[in-house]
């Protein structure tokens, strides 16, 4: 791996990175100002880190997509990600303050078993967290609660206070989440009525017969955010998980084909782009408590 580049595997090598004395062998806060300017244009990461960037800190990439950060900007990032500064200088100076921790920090901890529940980990850079003052505040009070933490000399005690105040630092986290995606309510309606259209575009288009049943990660891709990111933002706009709305629309498609006395049972699955009439009929019970056979029989009643 040249210089150019970086493999974070451990906080001791973050805290390289940042010109930071190693206290804690697995968990650590940079102040990242004060790191020697880096050569370094891609990370690749093994190790967890929330990054608050307290100035501009010039371009991030992350995938095909490079994004700008000014002050109170909170990212995270964690192992298997592949982050590029996208920084014409020969050498950039890092900002702001870190929080890194290694995946074996989390081991029979209750944060580690319910880690998925903070899918803000596996957010797109652009879906990164925009701090009002009174947050910041928050956030950094968490950092500064790990810092002298992790200070003291460890005993018996050290790690259990240490998760507690990460885990503060994140249930803050899905709070101004959420404060986020309510003060976007214009911006994430829009991406609402996107999702239908791409779900109605799709049936129109006859794409089921190509790409099979539309998931959640092929209409997150469509509209230019991650899977995690967009199930969330569904999920605080309608109530339902992305998944759960997807399932309701083929429903009502399937609803109006399952009426068409022409069509069997079998061809309305293909043409919804089930794999089988069996897996077809099998949520159609689920979700409406009758078989397609049942509901078509109770229409024809009513229509006699």
């Not at 500064?85 to 890092?94: G, I, K």
């Not at 709070?175 to 911006?187: A, L, P, S, V």
């Amino acid at each position: 791996m040249d210089e150019k580049e970086a493999n974070f595997d451990s906080v001791e090598k973050y805290n390289d990175y940042g010109g930071q004395q190693t206290l804690h062998p697995l968990v650590s806060i940079i102040d990242l100002s004060k790191a020697p300017k880096s050569s370094v244009k891609k990370m690749y990461m093994g190790i967890y880190a929330i990054i608050f960037k307290d100035r501009h800190c010039g371009s991030l990439g992350y995938g095909r997509s490079s994004y700008d950060y000014n002050e109170g900007t909170l990212l995270f990032f964690s192992p298997g990600q592949v982050i590029t500064l996208d920084d014409s200088e020969q050498l950039h100076q890092p900002m702001g303050y870190a929080l890194a921790f290694h995946p074996d920090f989390l081991h029979r901890t209750t944060l580690g078993k319910n880690l998925s529940e903070y899918s803000f980990f596996n957010y797109d850079m652009k879906e990164a967290l925009h701090l009002s003052l009174n947050e910041q505040a928050a956030i950094l009070d968490c950092f500064a609660k790990v810092k002298e933490e992790i200070e003291r000399p460890i005993d018996n005690h050290s790690k259990r206070v240490i998760i507690a105040a990460i885990e503060l630092l994140l249930s803050y986290c899905i709070r101004f989440y959420d404060r986020q995606f309510i003060t976007r309510e214009k911006m994430n309606y829009g991406v609402l009525e996107r999702f239908e259209d791409l779900l109605r575009n799709y049936y129109q288009n006859n794409l089921p017969l190509k790409l099979g049943l539309p998931t959640v990660q092929y209409c997150a891709s469509q509209l230019f955010l991650s899977a995690n990111y967009f199930g969330d933002l569904i999920k605080k706009e309608t109530g339902k998980s992305a998944q759960e709305y997807i399932q309701n629309v083929i429903l009502n498609i399937a609803k109006q084909k399952v009426a068409d006395p022409n069509r069997s049972i079998s061809e309305v699955a293909y043409e919804l782009g089930f794999k089988s009439a069996s897996h077809f009929s099998k949520l159609f019970k689920q979700k409406l408590g009758q078989t397609p056979n049942e509901y078509r029989g109770k229409i024809k009643i009513n229509i006699n």
